[in-house]
Antibody, heavy 121, light 113 residues
Framework: QVTLKESGPVLVKPTETLTLTCTVSGFSLSNARMGVSWIRQPPGKALEWLAHIFSNDEKSYSTSLKSRLTISKDTSKSQVVLTMTNMDPVDTATYYC?????????????WGQGTLVTVSS | QSVLTQPPSVSGAPGQRVTISCTGS?????????VHWYQQLPGTAPKLLIY???NRPSGVPDRFSGSKSGTSASLAITGLQAEDEADYYCQSYDSSLSGSNWVFGGGTKLTVL
């Protein structure tokens, strides 16, 4: 059974750095056909892709947020970590980690439940 | 402003057919990148409905279908049911001189009348 679960702070202050962890089970982060993305959704708004890490540790970042994002993984712990620097109230959103596979031509076939992060002083 | 454009809302009566469009450009859908569709029920994570333009994952009813032509794609839902009331998102890949990103549409709220 494939699952992804996000963890991290529910509240961060402006200018702080957000660190989110995605713990996966039911598949390996070293599987060549799979990668993990972070995707966010501000309240009442659309989905926004943030970053992706491939099985070979290659990384891809949203062009508009690249300077603030870092994605990494620890295959032995089955974890993917996202850091976002200089948080602002507009970054308030539900943050999802999600599995993308070549089997589904790059679609997300499994999503975490999401974690709501509020940015406020 | 989303890279992929969807109508903000569509509606239909039970049993009817509705379509949701997803309009892109030559740097995403028109470049040949696949389009995927997701359904998001209130308060839940999105669920994959259609991948690779027209393929249904196991468990998705055949009332849902997808198509792609040129720089646009469409999701069709036939035999509309109350449980179909949700937000729907299209997704593709965009590659231009400014960079490459996975991109989503702005979402469409489906109301079953």
């Amino acid at each position: 059974q494939v699952t992804l679960k996000e963890s991290g702070p529910v509240l961060v202050k402006p200018t702080e750095t957000l660190t989110l962890t995605c713990t996966v089970s039911g598949f390996s982060l070293s599987n060549a056909r799979m990668g993990v993305s972070w995707i966010r959704q501000p309240p009442g708004k659309a989905l926004e892709w943030l970053a992706h890490i491939f099985s070979n540790d290659e990384k891809s970042y949203s062009t508009s947020l690249k300077s603030r994002l870092t994605i990494s993984k620890d295959t032995s712990k089955s974890q993917v970590v996202l850091t976002m620097t200089n948080m602002d109230p507009v970054d308030t959103a539900t943050y999802y980690c999600a599995r993308m596979t070549t089997v589904t031509n790059g679609a997300v076939d499994y999503w975490g439940q999401g974690t709501l992060v509020t940015v406020s002083s | 402003q989303s890279v992929l454009t969807q109508p903000p809302s569509v509606s239909g009566a039970p049993g009817q057919r509705v379509t949701i469009s997803c309009t892109g450009s030559s740097s995403n859908i028109g470049a040949g990148y696949d389009v995927h569709w997701y359904q998001q029920l209130p308060g839940t994570a999105p669920k994959l409905l259609i991948y690779g333009n027209s393929n249904r994952p196991s468990g998705v009813p055949d009332r849902f279908s997808g198509s792609k032509s040129g720089t646009s794609a469409s999701l069709a839902i036939t035999g509309l049911q109350a449980e179909d009331e949700a937000d729907y998102y299209c997704q593709s890949y965009d590659s231009s001189l400014s960079g490459s990103n996975w991109v989503f549409g702005g979402g469409t709220k489906l109301t079953v009348l």
